[in-house]
């Protein structure tokens, strides 16, 4: 089992930036990527971006693309959100998710963003 532990979620105005972090902890040898959902008011969970923890491969979600970055630490189980340009639309929670071999993948408990216009 993988548990995860966001931090970094808070009030910005937009054109500004926040970092979100995820830890993972449990049996994090056997992540082979992690990434970022969100999910705004009355919306579905929608995916924001991946990173493989191989060769560190990146996916983004068209809306984010060129704003968000995903980077990681695998020495520390850590991966991160970097977001700049945020616009209203961010708005959302931020859920860290992993994927490992064995395992149905994992949930962290959500980190609320709010940018304000």
């Known amino acids: 089992q993988v548990q995860l532990a966001e931090s970094g979620g808070g009030l910005v105005q937009a054109g500004g930036s926040l970092r979100l972090s995820c830890a993972a902890s449990?049996?994090?040898?056997?992540?082979?990527?992690m990434g970022w959902f969100r999910q705004a008011p009355g919306k579905e969970r929608e995916f924001v971006g991946a990173?493989?923890?191989?060769?560190?491969?990146?996916d983004y979600a068209e809306s984010v693309k060129g704003r968000f970055t995903i980077s990681r630490d695998n020495a520390k189980n850590t991966v991160y959100l970097q977001m700049n340009s945020l616009k209203p639309e961010d708005t959302a929670v931020y859920y860290c998710?992993?994927?490992?071999?064995?395992?149905?993948?994992?949930w962290g408990q959500g980190t609320q963003v709010t940018v304000s216009a």
């Open positions: 449990g049996r994090t040898f056997s992540i082979y990527s």
């Open positions: 990173i493989r923890r191989s060769d560190g491969g990146t």
């Open positions: 998710a992993a994927d490992a071999r064995g395992s149905v993948r994992s």
